[in-house]
């Protein structure tokens, strides 16, 4: 009796507590969002998307940041998504199980956390110095690349671990090699799990400014890049270098860009989101 | 005794014992699976204790016993199921079709097209029913779109799922009850053309009428293919089976025609599992 009082008592105090931490989060971005908004919507134009960038905060825009990012997201997508997939693959399905691939296992959940400016100096050093890629887009992409490829190997590896045996054992039955049934089975129930890892790792990629700037990302840009090899500009480089100037003009521009860089971000997730549970409908009827 | 074995082989080569032979290979001919001494390990478990077991052409075999007497180990011994357990471990010969499947040398996945296996959980793909049935081909590299399509409907018509399915081939198989789910996973198994059939406990999952639907069809699939069933269900077993094969503790302790196991065993073990004295 005096036991179970005490118990629900301790129930509400979590309860609460509980209550509290989601609060302070949730009104915390509730009030970066506002103070965003207020001070971003007013600039926030079509002219502001497709504007070059300027010395004068009024004529100011995004265009070649915006590009930048586009090309950073897809150079950086197309090399990490399929060495990142291999890898998990090959790790969870013919990786031998020893205390190495335990080793190994640990040190890429572990490169997972690594800061990223880390990431920027192995970038500088073995992109653009070693293989001479200059500060081009390329650079950036392949160093970007490195930084997500741990967090897809993982949910990679994660996905392809949830698909049953049951239906392992099915295909093996028929016939099939261990090819076939990675790629006809087990790729399939699990790509739902993989694109999502993948996603949210791009949505990352595309937030961060410390490691391109290590590797020689421009905060000017007068021209929008039109191949790999040039030079350029990312969202949140343009926003880091309007945030340190003293005009209120350029604050208001960077909560802009902010904006924009936010909406491109949970567009991401989104896709994400519909693309896992289109497939997950998919693959149960 | 492997050692002699190898020693006698090349004896057996020569011309004047080949003349001795033929009866003995006679008797082997009608036996389409036989195991010779077969033990089998799993690291240090003994799961399987000197199994001897010869099964004829065109019959039904039923596998009965315990809970963990070794009947679901003894039959994915025939297709080299467990071969992806790394403690998994087999001595002494298991034949098919003459063929000794853990020593000479076979292709693993020629031998699973010619030993096909029903699981005890209806396991279809999240694919469509042709497709399902569909699939033991297109890995075969076959792209001839009539044969594929005269073999899935030939298959789903022996099954006597055509009525239900007809309709909608291109539904999700994951959509259909589980009788049915089971039905196309048989019939994935035949789109294949294999000669032996093994079934784990292909029933247990199922209502009364999937399962009499399923014991029907066995019964018709004896006239092509040699049927290997593990059931606990001994009135399944007397139902449908030719010869019974009682397990107990990794030993085959008594096996014959069914009439014979459940009217007159030989064993008392035997005898106080069919009447359901222990389990
Ligand atoms: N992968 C494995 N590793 C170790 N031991 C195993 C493994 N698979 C089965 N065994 C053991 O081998 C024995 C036989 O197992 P098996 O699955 O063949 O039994 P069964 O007769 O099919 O039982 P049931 O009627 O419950 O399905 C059991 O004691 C089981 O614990
Ligand atoms: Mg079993």
Redesign the pocket.
Known sequence: MNNQVKNRIKDKLFSIWGWISVSIGIVALAVFIIDILFDGLPVLSFRFLTSLPSRIPEKAGIFTAMMGTVWIFILTAVIAFPLGVASGVYLEEYGIKNRLSKLLEINIANLAGVPSIIYGLLGLEIFVRIFRLGNSILAGSLTLALLILPIIIVSTREAIKAVPQSLRDASYALGATKWQTIWYQVLPASFGGILTGVILALSRAIGEAAPLIVVGALAYVPFAPTSPMDNFSVLPIQIFNWISRPQKGFIQNAAAAIIVLLIITFLLNGIAMYMRNRWQRKMKI | MISAEKEILPILNQQELYTVEPTHLHVASSDIVETIDVNVF??D?H?LKDVNLAIKKNSVTALI?P????????LRLLNRMNDY?P??MVRGKVLINGVDIYRDKIEIEQLRKEVGMVFQKPNPFPKSIFENVAYGLRIQGIKDKHLIHERVINAIQQVGLWNEVKDNLRKNALALSGGQQQRVCIARTLAVEPDIILMD?PTSALDPISTSRIEELILQLKQKYTIII?T?NMQQASRISDTTAF?YLGELIEVGKTTDIFTNPRNERTERYITGRFG
């Open positions: 799993y690291g478990f799961a016993g809970s963990g007497c070794g009947k679901t180990t003894f357990i403690s998994h406990e593990v606990h397990f």
